[in-house]
């Protein structure tokens, strides 16, 4: 099974509505981030947390940290429309080159 | 700054046939990576570079190669293409972070591959 498994799979809300997306690792990491893929892009980094931290904000992104569950969340506040994409969260894994990416959470926001 | 960009955006391949896949960023990054994306799936790492003339297998190398001859370019070929290799291709880098790092990873727009 992957390092970062993000949960829901899905996710539909109505525009204004907050959207929570969880994310589970397994291992030891440096960092934790999340990005945003629109549909037939390339994905687009929103925001980073290092291990000793465990809450961080970026406009209407909040993320939250938990290394003794290994469980990291997105919240995004008021949504849009634009906010309709997937969204990864990707894990730096301690003593490792590579960045993990789990499977993703596909958010459709309605108007 | 262009960023990270891919060539081509789409291509059609035969069962058989080989091809090259390029990427170039212009953001001075040590870092370089190449993922496939399949449907319902996050990405999986192929080949990495750490430096010029640098190399390093992912989590799904067989079938690929790559080569990292000038900073600004990363190169993935396949040999002999083959209808599982059939995904979308995303090229990406990144600085140097914290601890000689890779951190925030900066992503082509993808390209398309399609083996008969």
């Known amino acids: 099974s992957q390092q970062g498994e993000e949960d829901p799979q899905a996710l539909s809300i109505q525009e204004g509505e907050n959207a929570t997306m969880n994310c589970s690792y397994k291992?030891?990491?440096?960092?934790l981030q999340w990005y945003r893929q629109n549909s037939g892009r390339g994905l687009v980094h929103l925001i980073l947390i290092r291990s000793n931290e465990r809450e961080k904000h970026s406009g209407r992104l909040r993320v939250t940290l938990d290394t003794s569950k290994k469980s990291s969340s997105l919240l995004i506040t008021a949504s849009r429309a634009a906010d309709t994409a997937s969204y990864f969260c990707a894990t730096d894994v301690t003593g490792g080159f590579k960045t993990i990416f789990g499977a993703g959470t596909r958010l459709f926001v309605k108007a | 700054n262009a960023g990270v960009t891919q060539t081509p955006k789409f291509r059609v391949l035969k069962t058989g046939q080989s091809m090259t896949l390029l990427c170039a960023q212009d953001?001075?990054?040590?870092?370089m990576y190449w993922y496939r994306q399949d449907p319902g799936m996050g990405l999986r790492l192929i080949h990495y570079?750490?430096?010029?003339?640098?190399?390093a297998k992912g989590e799904v190398p067989d079938g690929y190669n790559v080569s990292r001859l000038k900073k600004q370019n990363f190169l993935l070929g396949l040999e002999s293409a083959a209808p599982s290799q059939t995904s979308v291709y995303f090229c990406a880098s990144s600085y140097l972070g914290r601890g000689g790092k890779g951190e925030t990873q900066y992503f082509g727009p993808g390209t398309r591959l399609l083996v008969l």
């Open positions: 570079s750490v430096g010029e003339g640098t190399t």
């Open positions: 291992t030891s990491i440096n960092n």
């Open positions: 953001m001075n990054h040590e870092y």
